[in-house]
Each structure stands twice: as structure tokens, then as C-alpha cells.
């Protein structure tokens, strides 16, 4: 398989976490979706990252979508995804530490590209952020287990993980994140796993230079 995209994504990091985990050889292609955008339309019309060339040479795009197919190739030793109704909740949780990703994206784009942001947007987009961080802080803070559910991963605590990290770096000065006392804790046992440290770069907003 063939992971493209870099790992200052919170996106392409949850994917190369997941295949590290599940102990899959893969292949990585830093490539960027704004500087390298037509090499990854040969593969993806999208030009969208992170995109995963499986072993059939098939693209799949969205890191949901992706690490769903993951779990289906691991089979039985896909620990990551959990049963119904539990699985219900990973989903429901991993969907929110996505969508703050991907506002956190859209605040850091719009404040370094849009000479002229329009203030409303920006604080909504700042709400969206820091009010889904104050949510997930207290899911994270009931739940007394190592992880969300219980002794073992799930693709909620990874994307958790990958989105805190990011927000740290890319958004440093903006969003107060030592205000979330669950997820810093969450956020640094994740990065003291190996498939995390493995799968780490120093963020760099793309076209910046």
C-alpha cells in the first residue's frame, strides 16, 4: 500500500498511526496537496490528501473511509474498531475530533490567506473549535480507562490524538488548549506510543514560502 500526504496532517497522521498499529507495510509519499497537487491528481482527482493506494492499486480518499477498509483487512485483529453499540460511540466521537480538525484547517487558512477575513466567520470557526474541544474534554474526562473504551485503542483516541497535536502546532497562540486538562493528558500518551513518534512532522503551513 502507498500512503500519500505529510504527517503534519491530523488526517494523513490518523491514517499512517492506524496502518503502524495494525502492522501493515506501507509505502509514504510526502507529497503535499498544495505543492504537489498535480502528481496526486494522477492518482486522485480530488488532489486530496491523505489518499491510500491499496495493494490492487485502487485510490481511496477521506481518512474515515480509509481506516474503515483498514479494519476490514485486518479482520480479526482490527482492535481498533469495536462492536455495536459501542462502535456507535468511536464513530460518534471520532466524527467530532475530525470536525474540529478540519474547522482548525479552515481558521488557520483563513487567517493566513484572507487578507481580508470577515470577523464573524473567524469566531464562529473559533467557536466550532474551542466548543467541540470543551465536549470532547469531558468525554475524555468520564471515562476512567487508559483509553476512551477501555484498555485498548479505538479510532476515537487516535484522532483525538492527532487533532490535539495539531492544534498545538498550527494553531499555537490562538486556541488555549491547556484549558482541555483530559485531552492533554490523552494527547500526550498518544504521542509517547511508537506509532505516533514514527509518523511525526514538525507542522509547516503549505505554500507559506
Not at 483563513?110 to 468525554?139: I, N, P, S, Y
Not at 477501555?150 to 483525538?160: F, K
Request: with cysteine; net charge neutral; aromatic share 10%.
Amino acid at each position: 500500500m502507498i500512503l500519500i500526504g505529510q504527517y503534519d496532517s491530523p488526517f494523513v497522521r490518523r491514517v499512517a498511526v492506524t496502518l503502524q498499529l495494525y502492522r501493515f507495510n506501507y509505502e509514504h509519499r510526502p507529497w503535499s496537496a498544495v505543492g504537489d497537487g498535480d502528481k496526486i491528481a494522477e492518482l486522485n482527482p480530488l488532489m486530496r490528501v491523505p489518499t491510500l493506494i491499496t495493494g490492487d492499486g485502487i485510490a481511496v480518499t477521506d481518512s474515515g473511509t480509509i481506516v474503515q477498509l483498514l479494519d476490514h483487512l485486518a479482520g480479526f485483529s482490527a482492535f481498533l474498531g469495536r462492536s455495536w453499540p459501542q462502535q456507535g460511540d468511536v464513530l460518534r466521537l471520532a466524527a467530532f475530533a475530525a470536525g474540529v480538525a478540519e474547522k482548525g484547517v479552515a481558521l488557520l487558512y483563513e487567517k493566513a490567506f484572507h487578507k481580508e477575513a470577515v470577523h464573524g466567520w473567524h469566531a464562529r470557526l473559533l467557536r466550532q473549535v474551542t466548543d467541540t474541544l470543551a465536549m470532547l474534554d469531558q468525554e475524555r474526562a468520564a471515562s476512567t480507562t487508559p483509553w476512551l473504551f477501555g484498555e485498548r485503542l479505538s479510532h476515537a483516541d487516535v484522532m483525538i490524538g492527532t487533532t490535539f497535536g495539531f492544534l498545538r502546532e498550527a494553531l499555537a497562540g490562538q486556541v488555549d488548549l491547556e484549558r482541555y486538562k483530559a485531552l492533554k493528558k490523552h494527547a500526550k500518551a498518544c504521542e509517547a506510543l511508537p506509532e505516533f513518534k514514527k509518523a511525526y512532522q514538525p507542522f509547516k503551513l503549505a505554500g507559506a514560502d
